[in-house]
């Protein structure tokens, strides 16, 4: 697609719940992201994604989150058994370059969560 | 770790100038992002700095001094559509870390 696109634009779930937001990563990109973004606060780095690898998930908040990458292209972030401190705007981003090459970072819109 | 500072917030008048400042401590540093973000929208990339110096385009202009940890963004002939969050971010490697943004808030 033209853009960086993310599903559901909004979700509501109860307490306990499990959730699943989806990411489709601008087409050829292979570099992925997913930031987590609260009220007020900064981004803050969950997981990226080199092709269908994670070489670093070390900013997953806890072992209830969890993301895969499948085909290169898609990535689903799965939070089980939420909790009200999920709730947040969960950010997508793809590159087509690494980071370190000027590559820029192309952002969703965002899945606003929110836990009831 | 990461320490990326900004300003919280800053208003100004339709037409003037507004630069906003971010300075950094980090574990490691190849280059620094400023991105804009509307009420509810996704981020978008303004400008990149590797190397020192000042970096322009158009009415925006980024600065940088490594041995400082210092940048600023400078947003000339300010309009509403301005009124944004502005966003610094410092890339080490493959991650991007981000400040918790500057709110900008332009009045007529």
């Known amino acids: 697609g033209a853009g960086v696109s993310q599903s559901p634009s909004n979700k509501v779930t109860e307490k306990g719940k499990d959730v699943e937001l989806r990411c489709d990563p601008i087409s050829g990109h292979t570099a992925l992201y997913w930031y987590r973004q609260s009220l007020g606060q900064g981004l803050e780095f969950l997981i990226y994604f080199q092709g269908n690898s994670a070489p670093d998930k070390s900013g997953l908040p806890s072992d209830r989150f969890s993301a895969e990458r499948t085909g290169g292209s898609v990535s689903t972030l799965t939070i089980q058994r939420t909790q009200q401190e999920d709730s947040a705007v969960y950010l997508c981003a793809s590159s087509l370059l690494d980071l370190t090459n000027t590559g820029e970072l192309f952002f969703g819109e965002g899945s606003r969560l929110t836990v009831l | 770790g990461q320490n990326i500072d900004q300003p919280t917030e800053m208003t100004a008048t339709e037409g003037a100038i507004v630069q906003i400042n971010c300075t950094y401590q980090?574990?490691?540093?190849?280059?620094l992002f400023w991105y804009q973000q509307h009420a509810g929208e996704a981020p978008t990339f303004l400008s990149y700095n590797v190397l020192d110096g000042l970096e322009e385009k158009g009415r925006f202009s980024s600065f940088l001094s490594r041995s400082k940890g210092y940048s600023y963004l400078l947003l000339k002939e300010l309009q509403m559509k301005d009124s944004a969050s502005y966003l610094c971010?410092?890339?080490?490697?493959?991650?991007?870390?981000f400040g918790a943004g500057t709110t900008v808030t332009v009045r007529a």
């Open positions: 980090t574990s490691g540093f190849n280059g």
């Open positions: 971010a410092v890339t080490n490697d493959y991650k991007l870390s």
